[in-house]
């Protein structure tokens, strides 16, 4: 957390700072002697923290409010919202990369006096540190997405091929799984899907961001991520993976029939390889994430992931402070959000007596997947990764740039190359000072 040292001081430098006199954010009511607070969130199941919350604490009443995702325009409504000073919630889901645009227009709340200094020890070092900037926790954690390798175990089986531990197997093994079938393949590059790419160069080691004395150094096309992009040029070039987009109809078909026999995901893959390809229970295992060095020692990465934030023109920031780290502390809710599919919890220990903790019926014969594979991977994630408050255009430009090398236009290297140039000039266009790293 040393190297966000300062960077606040670089969002601040072009903040839209507090609006004196505007209409607060949420209901703004209190009902004899009990605060209301306005809840945004689409994370699956939370409805039931929320009633929990409310039948458990007279004083504070939750109204949750349903969102679409925050990429389907949610977050464009926070936005106005913070921008305009009315509108908004009290209290708010917000992806961990999507937190430093908000920190940006300074849109949230500092949680520090409010209860997180005495609480940041509870909670895992590196998703702790997704929220916090300059020494301010502007978010509580909530979940994460540590990754690995989920695969067909009968079809490597007979096969006569083991998981790969290295991304040197997962390609000589590409080959030999569609050798055996023509329809066959290890997996998917899915060229919509830029936050899957951006996982697997974080796991490589590169770091596409960072912010020294009020500048950002931008690296998307640092050697570390060209080498991810080539690797997987490679594998498209031989025909040996396929591009179909992931969580598309033709992807969960291809799933079930066994024409997609593996997949580098986040611990929640888990749930949607169960809940789409029902038929292949008992055929799945899990295995930690290929390496790029077979000098034993793992390397993960985060797909995914979101912390609860109190927004900065809400008239009970501390009610909303109070829900959110018990939302996200407390175990009978970390329980519920576990069942409804939220995630990996952001609290240390919180493994512990959970439906987490336990084996899964969906996998091939694992004792416990997420004690023995996931625990560890969310232990081996790089700590030095930073969002930048431009992210979502970052992650536009590589979707539109791998759509045109998958229609035959350019490469996925040549999409890397294109998107370092577009992220400079999107973060200059927000006023900050910026130098390319590569």
């Known amino acids: 957390m040393r190297r966000r040292s300062r960077w606040v001081a670089a969002l601040a430098a072009v903040a839209l700072f507090g609006v004196a006199g505007c209409s607060a954010a949420g209901s703004n009511t209190s009902d004899a002697g009990r605060t209301n607070i306005v809840f945004w969130s689409w994370v699956p199941g939370i409805d039931k923290s929320v009633d929990l919350w409310n039948k458990t604490h007279s004083n ?32 708010a889901q917000v992806e961990y990369q999507q937190l430093p645009a908000f920190v940006l227009e300074n849109g949230l709340a500092d949680l520090g006096p409010l209860g997180m200094n005495q609480r940041k020890s509870e ?28 695969y067909r175990a009968d079809v490597f089986t007979d096969l006569g091929l083991s998981a790969p531990t ?32 951006t996982a697997l160069a974080w796991q490589a ?89 077979d000098d034993g020692e793992q390397t993960s990465a985060n797909w995914g992931g979101s912390a609860t934030a109190v927004f900065r023109d809400s008239q009970h920031k501390q009610a909303a402070a109070d829900f ?8 009978d809710s970390i329980d519920l959000l576990v069942k409804g599919g939220y ?44 969002w930048s408050p431009t992210t979502t255009n970052t992650y536009a430009h590589l979707n539109d740039a791998f759509a045109a090398a998958v229609a035959g236009n350019g490469t996925f290297v040549d999409a890397v190359k294109q998107t370092q140039r577009e992220t400079v000039a999107d973060l200059k266009a927000k006023g900050l000072k910026v130098r390319n790293g590569s």
């Open 123 to 150: 909670f895992v070092d590196w998703q702790l540190a997704q929220t916090t900037f300059d020494g301010r926790a502007y978010a509580v954690p909530q979940a994460s997405g540590p990754m690995a390798l989920y």
């Open 166 to 197: 290295t991304w040197d197997e997962y390609a000589a093994d590409a080959a030999k799984i569609h050798a055996s079938s023509p329809n066959r393949y290890i997996s998917t590059f899915p060229p919509g899907n830029s936050a899957w790419f």
């Open 324 to 331: 959110a780290l018990w939302l996200n502390t407390d175990k």
């Open 343 to 386: 995630g990996w919890p952001a609290t240390k220990g919180a493994l512990d007596g959970t439906t987490l903790d336990a084996p899964d019926p969906f996998l091939a014969g694992q004792q416990n997947a997420n004690r023995d594979v996931f625990e560890k991977a969310d232990a081996s994630i790089n700590t030095d990764w930073q």
């Open 60 to 91: 504070i009443h939750v109204e949750l409010q349903d969102t679409p995702a925050g990429s389907s325009g949610t977050y464009a409504k926070m936005f106005s919202a913070v921008r305009g000073g009315r509108g908004g919630p009290d209290v």
């Open 205 to 293: 080691g590169a770091q596409w961001f960072k912010v020294d004395d009020g500048t950002w150094t931008v690296d998307v096309a640092s050697p570390t991520t060209l080498k991810v992009a080539k690797y997987w040029d490679d594998l498209r070039e031989k025909g040996l993976i396929d591009t179909i987009p992931d969580f598309s109809n033709g992807w969960y078909s291809d799933l079930q029939k066994g024409n997609i026999v593996a997949w580098p995901s986040a611990q929640w893959g888990g749930s949607l390889l169960s809940g789409n390809a029902p038929g292949t229970k008992g055929d799945w295992a899990v295995a930690p994430l290929p390496q790029w060095n």
